[in-house]
C-alpha cells in the first residue's frame, strides 16, 4: 500500500546541530529508496538514495540509513545549516514491480540561526 | 542548461477553462512523469511514459490528458478545470540505469 510515512511533520534545530528526519514505509518489497530536499516554490531535489543491498550510505554531510527490519528509513545531516531549511520527502520504489516512486507526507526542517 | 524545465510557472484560470503545461527535460532521460502536489504538500503521481509510450496512468480524471510528442517532452492538457484542480503540478524525468527522478520547477495552477 502507499503508507510511506513520516514520524515527526515538523522539525526545528540550531544552525551547527546534527538533524535526523525518519521515515516508515510499508511494502517490503521496496528495493530503492530516495531522500528528497524541497524549498520553497521549487521542485523537489534529489539528495541521496539507497539501495535495499545497503543499510548505510553517506554523502556530503548526509547520510541515509536503511533497516529492513523493521521498514525505517533516516536522513542524517550533520551540521545543519540554515540553507538546509526545506521539506524533507522519502520515497520508495519497487523496480521489480509497480516502478511507481510513492512518496512519503514530508518533514519541514526549520534551522535556527 | 535547466535539467527538466516547465512552462508556465504560475497558471490562474477560470472553472471550465482548458488549459496546457508544458514540461521539457535535456537530460537524455526515456521517462517522464507528472505528479500533483496538493496544499498539504503530498506528492501523487498522476502520468508516466516511456519513450512515448504510456505506462503509468493512476486515478486521475480523463480531464487530464498527456502527450509525449518525443522523450524529451511530456505536456499536460486539462479540459474543464475544476477547483479541485489548483495545485502544484510537477514534471519530472529519469532514466532505466538511474530510478532517481529529477524534478521541474512546478507550475502553481489555481482554479477560480
Known amino acids: 500500500g502507499e503508507n510511506v510515512g513520516l514520524h515527526l511533520p515538523t522539525l526545528s534545530v540550531q544552525e551547527g546541530d546534527n538533524s535526523i528526519i525518519n521515515c516508515a514505509y510499508s511494502?517490503?518489497?521496496?528495493?530503492?529508496f530516495i531522500w528528497y530536499k524541497q524549498e520553497s516554490g521549487k521542485g523537489p531535489q534529489f539528495i541521496i538514495d539507497?539501495?535495499?543491498?545497503?543499510d548505510k550510505r553517506q554523502g556530503q554531510r548526509v547520510t541515509v540509513l536503511l533497516n529492513k527490519t523493521v521498514k525505517h528509513l533516516s536522513l542524517q545531516i550533520a551540521a545543519t545549516q540554515p540553507g538546509d531549511s526545506a521539506v524533507y520527502f522519502c520515497?520508495?520504489?519497487?523496480?521489480?514491480?509497480?516502478?511507481?516512486?510513492?512518496f512519503g507526507k514530508g518533514t519541514k526542517l526549520t534551522v535556527n540561526p | 542548461d535547466t535539467a527538466v524545465s516547465q512552462t508556465p510557472k504560475y497558471l490562474v484560470t477560470q472553472m471550465g477553462n482548458d488549459k496546457s503545461i508544458k514540461c521539457e527535460q535535456n537530460?537524455?532521460?526515456?521517462?517522464m512523469y507528472w505528479y500533483k502536489q496538493d496544499s498539504k504538500k503530498f506528492l501523487k503521481i498522476m502520468f508516466s511514459?516511456?519513450?512515448?509510450?504510456?505506462?503509468i496512468n493512476e486515478t486521475v480524471p480523463n480531464r487530464f490528458s498527456p502527450k509525449s510528442p518525443d522523450k524529451a517532452h511530456l505536456n499536460l492538457h486539462i479540459n474543464s478545470l475544476e477547483l479541485g484542480d489548483s495545485a502544484v503540478y510537477f514534471c519530472?524525468?529519469?532514466?532505466?540505469?538511474?530510478?532517481?527522478?529529477?524534478f521541474g520547477p512546478g507550475t502553481r495552477l489555481t482554479v477560480l
Open positions: 519530472a524525468s529519469s532514466s532505466r540505469a538511474h530510478p532517481g527522478q529529477f
Open positions: 511494502n517490503s518489497a521496496s528495493d530503492y
Open positions: 539507497i539501495r535495499s543491498n545497503m
Open positions: 520515497a520508495e520504489i519497487n523496480q521489480g514491480g509497480s516502478e511507481k516512486l510513492v
Open positions: 537530460l537524455g532521460h526515456d521517462t
Open positions: 511514459y516511456n519513450n512515448k509510450e504510456l505506462i
